[in-house]
């Protein structure tokens, strides 16, 4: 099994909405644009990123930052994620701007949800992720601008694809789904060394971390049920260590 950070253009789907959904969905980190609440000017800041069940981003943002000031004011965000490393030629490499709107996460089962789903892929976070001045937020997504290469780029709306009742139905059901994969594939997942697991469940794949060690295993296909995603996931884990 290899990490899935990078991605030749030859190498993804001919369906460029499912193309744009396995780059975003393997980038854990990206350039954040918001507007300076003083002048209005394009302001870009690093940040690292997990997404929702429904490819909607979440970010763990400092109120001290220029960034978080900036959404208070102004919540219209692009977000760059980039799956050009290792690519020989950046410029031929695939890439996706996604644009929306961030929103505080509120206190509630959801938030909750949404909190450990960002530290299950930043397990690092934790020890900040409780101060006081740092927050964490959902990017509602609007649009998403492809790009796969040269003579490979298109414009999406939101879902990209995705099935919002599919994606529901997974969100209600991963954390019992998780616990019972991790105990059945134990074995497997030890092939890969002490201490991997499976930490999060989306349509096209699952996240695998060991602390801040993190690989993107893709499905060959979207899932859109319970019994689909056990049997896609038994089959990539087999493939990814084939």
């Not at 789907?13 to 499912?18: D, I």
Request: glycine residues 10%.
């Amino acid at each position: 099994m290899t990490n899935a950070m990078a991605h030749d253009a030859d190498q993804l789907p001919e369906n460029n909405r499912l193309a744009l959904r396995l780059v975003v969905r393997a980038c854990r980190k990206a350039a954040l644009a918001t507007l300076l609440a003083e002048g209005g000017a394009p302001y870009a800041s690093l940040v690292t990123v997990a997404f929702d069940v429904d490819m909607a981003p979440i970010l763990l943002l400092s109120g001290l930052a220029d960034h978080t000031r900036n959404l208070a004011a102004d919540p219209r965000v692009s977000l760059l994620l980039d799956g050009t490393d290792g690519h020989p030629n950046p410029q031929t490499g695939p890439r996706v701007t996604l644009t929306g709107r961030a929103e505080r996460c509120l206190p509630g089962p959801n938030g909750e949800r949404l909190q450990a789903r960002f530290l299950a892929r930043h397990p690092g976070a934790t020890q900040y992720a409780g101060f006081g001045d740092f927050g964490f937020w959902r990017v509602m997504p609007e649009r998403a601008h492809f790009v796969g290469g040269f003579g490979r780029a298109v414009w999406f709306d939101a879902p990209f694809g995705l099935s919002p009742s599919a994606a529901a139905t997974l969100a209600e059901a991963e954390a019992g789904l998780l616990a019972e994969i991790n105990a059945a594939h134990a074995g497997t997942l030890a092939r890969l060394g002490a201490g991997w697991r499976v930490a999060a469940l989306d349509p096209d794949g699952a996240d695998l971390t060991n602390q801040e060690e993190f690989r993107r295993l893709a499905f060959l296909a979207p899932v859109d049920d319970i019994i689909s995603c056990r049997a896609a996931l038994a089959e990539a884990l087999g493939r990814g260590m084939g």
